[in-house]
């Protein structure tokens, strides 16, 4: 096999040459890139010298892998990495790093999707297969932009520095569409003036154990008591990252709209979206009740599940005693449609009735809150 150049927008992936050595050895000393890849830990200069002078020079010319360093077109700095390992009967797997420098900006999208066209046009592909970590939300988005179809989770599949751990796999056939295949936006920015919705952060993790380390909350919501620190990182970098990357909810943190002060939350669990409905749920911080931000903040994602999601009904249940979320829900623009009897357990798992209110696609704007 032929090493070529594959030139792309402002990209320009080309092989990698013994003086790239630098840029290499500074790439793969990347926190980042050290947490999601695998290879030698630590990665020297002797390691990336025989990356570019011995070992990718050999496997172009075996015909087993094609590697890319990922250049500016301008300048020629070295931006990232690209390549198809495992190249045979028609088939290979991708793989990328992206420098510091370069995140952001969609250059590793550009030229993962530059590349698999490269390898179904020039090298006859049918299949290109792609995996990292579970956890690599930014190696996940980078491949469902390009159109790779996440087809699941494989159990210790990757030996990462000495432990094996859970990735996530896909594909991508020659006869895809190259279109992106992530379930949700990647994000989401709703304000009526008052409050704003936005994808949660890492930072909020604080304010999220300080608002639901509460008595209140733990009575209405199976949440952990008391609710630590860890609990709020958890749920801000674990249970919302997954649920949004997997389209099983749209977790959104409710927030003050000019001073950006958190007020609480609000989600919308889609396991039915395929029918055309959804289910909000909120909660309230302590600090920010009697301030209508959880009525605002379902109408907001009610109205977004409607236009973006092509949603024709979404759902709010409210526990019969809970009389706080059921004024929220009115406030909202939500129609109160009856009791669901034993509906819902509590945390200590007794059944409980919930009031059932609705929101449907030929309801009009919500009132005023």
Known sequence: ??????????????????????????????????????????????????????????????????TFAVR??????????????????????????????????????????????????????ERIGWACAVGNFGSRAVAQKVGFMVEGLARKAFWQRGVRVDDWVGSLLATDP?????????????????????????ADAAEVARACDDPLTATWLPVPSPYTLEHGRDYVETFVAHSW?????????VTEAVSGELLGAVGLKLPHRDQGYGEI???????????????RGAALLAGWGRVALGLSRVELLADVDNLASQRAA????????????????????????????SRTAHDGAAPAA
């Open 72 to 125: 500016d077109a301008t300048t020629g700095a070295v931006l990232g990495g690209t390549a198809l390992h495992g190249i045979r009967q028609r088939e290979a797997t991708v793989a990328y790093w992206t420098a510091p420098e370069a995140r952001g900006r969609g250059v590793t999208t550009e030229a993962v999707a530059a590349l698999c066209r490269w390898g179904f046009g020039a090298l006859d592909l």
């Open 281 to 295: 749920g909120y909660w309230t911080a302590p600090w920010a009740r009697g301030r209508g931000a959880a009525g």
């Open 178 to 202: 190259m279109t992106d295949t992530r379930p949700l936006p990647s994000s989401v920015d709703l304000t009526d003036g008052v409050v704003r919705l936005r994808r949660w952060r890492p």
């Open 330 to 357: 009115e406030k909202g623009g939500f129609t109160r449609e009856g009791v669901l009897r034993q509906a819902r357990r509590d945390r200590h798992g007794t059944p409980r009735d919930f009031v059932v209110f």
């Open 1 to 66: 096999m032929q090493p070529t150049d594959i030139t792309c927008g402002s990209l320009v992936l080309q092989p990698w040459t013994p003086y790239d050595e630098d840029a290499l050895l500074a790439g793969r000393q990347d926190a980042e890139v050290i947490r999601w890849t695998g290879g030698p830990d630590p990665y020297t200069r002797e390691d990336a010298r025989r990356y570019v002078c011995v070992e990718t020079p050999q496997w172009w010319q075996d015909g087993t892998a094609a």
């Open 245 to 253: 990357a997997d389209g099983r909810a749209a977790e959104l943190a």
